[in-house]
Nanobody
Framework: QVQLVESGGGVVQAGDSLRLSCAAS????????MAWFRQAPGKEREFIGA????????YYADSVKGRFTISRDNAKNTLYLQMNSLKPEDTAIYYC????????????????????WGQGTHVTVSS
């Protein structure tokens, strides 16, 4: 089992920056990939970005490319999401997710690629 705990959410103004953290514990040695998703009120949960654990390669949704950056701290078993130039449309609950294996029929942008999810952290961006 793996436990994921997000933190760092809050209320900020448009143009501000925020860094979210996702602390992983448990059987993290089996990590294949980790990702950030978000869900705004009344909308589907959407992919933001992901990191392939073995290579540290990262992938981002077009909506956040150039503004958001995923990084990790191996010693702390923590994944980060640095969010710059925040916009009101970035308001959502942000979730981290962890996948334990490659799935041939599922891309890393899909929820089905992940086995474990955190409880989410709220981000509100005011205009």
């Amino acid at each position: 089992q793996v436990q994921l705990v997000e933190s760092g959410g809050g209320v900020v103004q448009a143009g501000d920056s925020l860094r979210l953290s996702c602390a992983a514990s448990g059987r993290t040695a089996s990590t294949y990939n980790m990702a950030w998703f978000r869900q705004a009120p009344g909308k589907e949960r959407e992919f933001i970005g992901a990191m392939i654990w073995s290579s540290s390669n990262t992938y981002y949704a077009d909506s956040v490319k150039g503004r958001f950056t995923i990084s990790r701290d191996n010693a702390k078993n923590t994944l980060y999401l640095q969010m710059n130039s925040l916009k009101p449309e970035d308001t959502a609950i942000y979730y981290c997710a962890l996948g334990t294996r490659w799935r041939w029929s599922t891309t890393i942008m899909e929820k089905g690629a992940y086995d474990y999810w955190g409880q989410g952290t709220h981000v509100t961006v005011s205009s």
